[in-house]
């Protein structure tokens, strides 16, 4: 059973920066791949960005392209958001999420292994 705990969000201005850290349980951890996805009030959970095993590649969806960079240190079992440019838009509860497989997936169902969340609000 792998255990996720996300840490960092809270409460930014627009245009301001924010990193999200999520560690997990597994020794393993190498052999998933990751995913952070977001829910924000009143909407579905979105896909924003998944990892590889290795850390060698990201995709990202549209909405946060350019702004946002995951990262991984395999060492620390932890994969880190790190959030710029905010926008009020991105206001949501932050999930990440471990896939056990080195296979990428951008299907939430696809992701076993789930973290609490962590709130992040950006101020207009």
């Known amino acids: 059973q792998v255990q996720l705990v996300e840490s960092g969000g809270g409460l930014v201005q627009a245009g301001g920066s924010l990193r999200l850290s999520c560690v997990a349980s597994?020794?393993?951890?190498?052999?998933?791949?990751m995913g952070w996805f977001r829910q924000a009030p009143g909407k579905e959970r979105e896909f924003v960005g998944i990892?590889?095993?290795?850390?060698?590649?990201?995709y990202y969806a549209d909405s946060v392209k350019g702004r946002f960079t995951i990262s991984r240190d395999n060492a620390k079992n932890t994969v880190y958001l790190q959030m710029n440019s905010l926008k009020p838009e991105d206001t949501a509860v932050y999930y990440c999420?471990?896939?056990?497989?080195?296979?990428?997936?951008?299907?939430?169902?696809?992701?076993?292994?789930w973290g609490q969340g962590t709130q992040v609000t950006v101020s207009s």
């Open positions: 999420a471990a896939r056990a497989s080195r296979s990428y997936s951008y299907t939430q169902s696809e992701y076993g292994y």
């Open positions: 597994e020794r393993t951890f190498s052999s998933y791949t």
């Open positions: 990892i590889s095993w290795n850390g060698g590649s990201t």
